[in-house]
């Protein structure tokens, strides 16, 4: 395959190396997938500071191929699901440099890959974005490739095959014949001259290593695009990213890898109940193919010995809500030939949790089509519902051990009795919560004016529900560090049960500590601190795990922090109300939480987020209740120069 029948040849107007990087790992994967990984890194690194380039945002100097990633995509110019794209390809790229191999089921789906990267890429940077790349041209099988390689290089030389026409099929399968019917010596002499073509590529890619510096600097330097064409380049890019399209086998390489980071061990390949694979004490396991009665679950999720959900992977592009469905019939019919139950059954469930997947990132625009969608089995009025991520393997235990029928009753049944007065609006206002917890809404809003105590009725509503065991741990949200300051001083000073303060009670982290332990249950954060531990790290195994918090209540949740003249200089790193809005959002979304929201003025992204308040209690309510004093006063005091107005601006003559 010469770089005209290349898979990446329509790179070539961008730029001649990702053509050439491209080809070389095609050869390469014949007989050594591990230097085709390492091509591919350098693709993905090219690939990745064009982008940067063509945008204005290629820093001098050397720059690690992970702190760019998390610059274009804190920057909102590679959607998440490009990026996962492009991390996949670089931990592999990573493994085979540092000697940890490579093998031809990796390299496979690192070429799939690479092609859907550069396919995004010209979609949105080639000013084409219609482009129809054509069926995956699968490279020469290996000698020695197991059969579960051969049988997919198979399916996709069918695949190709099918998208040709009758005479391009005819003309596919004579040059397969022709090359059948060489002698062997023909045979060695094609394959010399082969290899003398490769070892020429191999050695202009290098070459051109040299020059790649100088030709990023001048298209660095090349008028910078106004902000109005970066927007069009941020839309483009979600909209080509939103057709990207890969196969069942190379989502589920994704998949494992989503799994691996989030503390479970994941290997489809390798850990499948039909290769041996069981349940271990003190592991966290994620075993692939699991018999049941309505055929093998994609995955079983077992902490220790425990079954504590299933899981369906399906293709990308694929209704991953309707898989739920799949995943609930997996759970009448699981099969505890190993393991153990995690209690029930729920009904005719014998597993709690349902997962269903398509290895894509979640948006809001595609959401059946995205995301990892979840529903808890324990209740047959729980709903299927999306998330960021999976859980971790203690957050479904710590869900698991969450009795909500029981809580609620024990909410209903406890007095309100503090070591403070609760006024009744105060009250009011946790019953309405504790019935909208009943009733399992997961967003919430309450509307109070300024000055009506809505810190100190966090103090009570948090201290009932925890004591109550409704919720594991709660992040409360401020968005400054003043307002955390004080919210902290509260938690610690008010006496909520005889002189014990809630600090006393309940495990409590503040500003200072960037992330909570196991014992803490109220952790207070500040918006722009959770920006950069959800969408400025490293790795995506980098960020929170989603299960963190349970619950997260937001005080102030209208604010537009540009708007706000007491912020320090370090808090206005938002460049743009829309801007903040945006992070503001995903941030929230990242969580799989109940969010309560606490606002004196709700605003309309409020709303979106929060709902429309279930409680409001109002301005001129507190007025009236005596609770607040009227701005207006109720005597007006003038004096003569009020009278004769002698401030005023005098006439133009």
Same mark, same amino acid.
């Given at each position: 395959m010469g770089l005209d029948q290349s898979n990446f040849a329509f790179l070539k107007p961008h730029d001649i190396q990702l053509v050439r990087l491209g080809a070389l790992a095609e050869r390469y994967f014949h007989d050594d997938p591990n230097t085709c990984l390492i091509k591919l890194r350098q693709f993905g690194e090219l690939l990745a500071q064009l982008i940067a380039a063509k945008t204005g945002l290629l820093q001098p100097g050397e720059e690690s191929q992970a702190d760019l990633l998390r610059r274009l995509k804190f920057e909102r110019l590679l959607p998440s699901q490009v990026a996962d794209l492009f991390h996949e390809i670089r931990i592999l790229g990573n493994r085979a440099s540092h000697g940890a191999g490579g093998t031809a089921a990796e390299a496979l789906n690192a070429l799939k890959y690479a092609r859907q990267a550069g396919v995004w890429f010209h979609r949105t940077y080639g000013k084409d974005p219609k482009f129809v790349a054509g069926a995956f041209q699968p490279p020469a099988a290996p000698q020695d490739a197991a059969a579960p390689i051969r049988a997919e290089l198979d399916r996709l030389r069918a695949e190709l095959l099918a998208s040709k026409t009758a005479a391009e099929q005819a003309q596919l399968i004579a040059d397969e014949n022709a090359r059948a019917r #060489?002698?062997? %010596? =023909?045979? /060695? +002499? $094609?394959?010399?001259? &082969?290899? @003398?073509?490769?070892?020429?590529?191999?050695?202009?890619?290098?070459?051109?290593?040299?020059?790649?510096?100088?030709?990023?600097?001048?298209?660095?330097?090349?008028?910078?695009?106004?902000?109005?064409?970066?927007?069009?380049?941020? #839309?483009?890019? %979600? =909209?080509? /990213? +939103? $057709?990207?399209?890969? &196969?069942? @086998?190379?989502?589920?390489q994704i998949v494992d890898q989503q799994l691996r980071d989030r503390g479970w061990d994941a290997d489809t390949t390798t850990l499948r109940h039909a290769a041996g694979a069981r349940p271990t004490k003190g592991r966290a396991m994620a075993i692939a193919e699991w018999p049941t009665e309505h055929g093998p679950a994609d995955y079983a999720l077992f902490v220790g010995l425990t079954c504590v959900g299933v899981a369906e992977a399906k293709r990308k592009r694929k209704n991953v809500s309707a898989a739920i469905d799949q995943s609930e019939r997996y759970a009448r019919g699981f099969l505890f030939n190993a393991g153990e139950a995690a209690g029930g059954p729920w009904e005719a469930f014998r597993v709690p949790f349902l997962f269903a997947t398509n290895g894509r990132p979640y948006l809001k625009q595609i959401e059946t089509e995205s995301g990892i969608w979840f529903r808890d089995a324990r209740k047959a009025t729980n709903l299927r519902r999306a998330l960021s991520d999976w859980p971790t393997p203690d957050g479904l235990k710590a869900q698991l051990d969450i009795d909500r029928e029981a809580a609620d009753a024990a909410l209903k049944a406890t007095p309100f009795d503090f070591g403070f007065d609760l006024r009744p609006y105060q009250q009011r206002a946790i019953h309405e919560v504790e019935k909208g917890l009943a009733a399992d809404r997961r967003q919430m809003l309450l509307a109070m004016a300024t000055g009506t105590g809505k810190t100190k009725l966090a103090i009570a509503m948090l201290y009932r529900l925890l004591a109550a065991k409704r919720f594991h741990r709660v992040c409360?949200?401020?968005?400054?560090?003043?307002?955390?300051?004080?919210?902290?001083?509260?938690?610690?000073?008010?006496?909520?049960?005889?002189?014990?303060?809630?600090?006393?009670?309940?495990?409590?982290?503040?500003?200072?500590?960037?992330?909570?332990d196991s014992e803490t249950?109220?952790?207070?954060?500040?918006?722009?601190?959770?920006?950069?531990?959800?969408?400025?790290?490293?790795?995506?195994?980098?960020?929170?795990?989603?299960?963190?918090?349970?619950?997260?209540?937001?005080?102030?949740?209208?604010?537009?922090?540009?708007?706000?003249?007491?912020?320090?200089?370090?808090?206005?790193?938002?460049?743009?109300?829309?801007?903040?809005?945006?992070?503001?959002?995903?941030?929230?979304?990242?969580?799989?939480?109940?969010?309560?929201?606490?606002?004196?003025?709700?605003?309309?992204?409020?709303?979106?987020?929060?709902?429309?308040?279930?409680?409001?209690?109002?301005?001129?309510?507190?007025?009236?209740?005596?609770?607040?004093?009227?701005?207006?006063p109720p005597i007006r005091i003038e004096t003569e120069l009020i009278r004769m107005a002698f401030w005023r601006r005098p006439k133009r003559v």
């Open positions: #060489q002698s062997a %010596e =023909e045979r /060695a +002499r $094609q394959e010399a001259d &082969d290899r @003398a073509t490769w070892e020429q590529l191999a050695q202009d890619a290098e070459r051109e290593k040299q020059a790649l510096s100088a030709r990023l600097a001048a298209l660095q330097q090349a008028p910078q695009p106004a902000p109005a064409n970066i927007l069009e380049f941020i #839309q483009t890019g %979600e =909209e080509a /990213a +939103r $057709q990207i399209d890969l &196969d069942e @086998a190379a989502t589920r409360f949200v401020v968005d400054r560090s003043a307002l955390g300051e004080q919210a902290e001083a509260e938690f610690r000073s008010t006496k909520v049960v005889s002189v014990k303060t809630f600090a006393d009670i309940f495990g409590l982290k503040g500003l200072d500590d960037v992330a909570p249950k109220v952790h207070i954060c500040t918006i722009q601190g959770l920006v950069k531990r959800v969408l400025f790290t490293e790795n995506d195994s980098d960020a929170p795990p989603i299960d963190q918090y349970d619950l997260m209540v937001v005080d102030e949740c209208h604010r537009g922090y540009l708007l706000d003249r007491e912020m320090s200089n370090q808090e206005l790193e938002f460049r743009s109300q829309e801007d903040y809005v945006s992070k503001y959002r995903r941030v929230l979304e990242h969580f799989d939480a109940v969010k309560i929201g606490l606002t004196a003025t709700p605003a309309l992204h409020t709303v979106q987020i929060f709902g429309d308040p279930i409680f409001t209690y109002s301005y001129r309510e507190a007025v009236i209740d005596g609770w607040l004093i009227d701005h207006e």
